[in-house]
């Protein structure tokens, strides 16, 4: 059972990193402009911060082992798309599909172990699937970046499909079916339909802001604030709401939401651009290039359990505010890549760096997060977290290269890239800095209560898991 959820939930954690890796070799083989190379990753965030709290809710009511099943075999059949695409914009719509089959495997890859395993056994299962876990967001750039380098970049997508026939093998056999007897009634369609309709039509109109203004960017960009105004209000207003509007009367969990915004934003935009500057300026494989990444899941893994165990005892203010300065510290310090860089005097300080920033807020964040929320509502709570994180990415990606100045064919051009780079990476460490304010002015310590949680520092979003939990003080919740 832990083989095909780890299995399952890395198909989509590993593509989360080697697409980026493999961005330059996409770009050039079907010739496309840097918009283009934005939205191969943004098709598939899309869909994904989109869909994933309705895949939550999918399997609850409908099973959990058959929706885990359908996403994995939508996300396998999405992938030989991506692969045969014979230009980018076949592949922007396969990435969307992806998305959606990400969207309905992902929740349920942990929901399963939740549902299945003993309470006993509980908590050293998700342990053991966080630490898994962990190891693909490892060996993900390793992985990517031998593909893109050897066999070609299609691979990236290939590898996935007897991924995911071992996945469902194992499934049929060792998973049982589970369900939430509890579960809504009825599903939040609207809701999900017009948050994918505002994010999408937002993004489109910011990542064509980089050609200049035109009635088409400002009539998306029209379109996609008037759907997530609509979206407010139908999930105010819904009996089943997709994101109950409830866990928003309590500042502690709204706070450290916009947290999640500001500091995924800025991870997102560092993932964006370093794997592809150190590439296209300095002159770096895709090999390389991936590993450029590691110190980053290496740190993590290694120090989060005693982060979240230190903001046990002291609270989660103090961390969740020096970790997004010292990142952006790490983040500072990428401003030294050029031509010439070194992968040891030059990559590896500012990535070492940036991962001791993140070690030090990941935990804390989480944990705040679900501490903010009822026991009954931890699993929604984590879900929006994580969908707040996605959405994050999703803009940021779409919004820096705007501000950097980087359209077109500039990725293809070292230093015409290297300057937008630099002014990404200031705008990256400028919003680590706002988390830090963010941090502490909001945040509140409260009192710590110890549980049985266990850390998951996955990359691609906030960890669903903690170690600890500290409840806010009465007068801190939503009563």
Known sequence: MLLATVLGSGLAGIDATVVNIALPAIGRD??????????????????????????????????????????????????????????????????????????????????????????????????????????????????????????????IFLINLPLAVAVLLISHRHVPETRNPAAIPQLDLPGAALGAVGLGALTYALIGLGDGWSAGVIGFGVVGVLALVAFVIVERRSRHPMLPPKLFANRQFTGANVYTFVVYAALSGVMFFLVVTLQVVAGMSPMLSGAALLPVTIVMLGLSSYTGALAGRIGPRLPMTAGPLLAAAGVLLMLRIGPDASYLGDVLPAVTVFGLGLALLVAPLTTTVLAAASTDNAGIASGVNNAVARAAGLLAVAVLPVIAGITGDDYEQPVTFLAGFRIAMLGCAGLLVAGGAIAITVIRNGRPVHTDRPVHCDLDGPPIAASWSERPAPENSAG
Do not use: H, K, M
């Open 30 to 155: 079907l010739g496309a402009g840097f918009g283009g190379l934005q939205w191969t990753i943004n098709g598939y965030t899309l869909t994904l911060a989109a869909f994933i709290l309705l895949g939550g809710s999918l399997g609850d009511r409908y099973g959990r082992r058959r929706v885990f099943e359908i996403g994995v075999v939508w996300f396998a059949l999405a992938s030989a798309l991506c692969a045969a695409a014979p230009n980018v914009q076949l592949l922007i719509a396969a990435r969307a599909l992806q998305g959606v089959g990400g969207a309905l495997l992902t929740p349920g890859s942990l929901a399963i172990i939740s549902a299945t395993f003993s309470p006993d056994d509980r908590s050293r299962a998700i342990g053991a699937w966080s630490g898994f876990g962990g190891i693909a967001s490892a060996v993900g750039p390793f992985l990517g970046g031998y593909l893109v380098g050897g066999p070609g970049w299609r691979w």
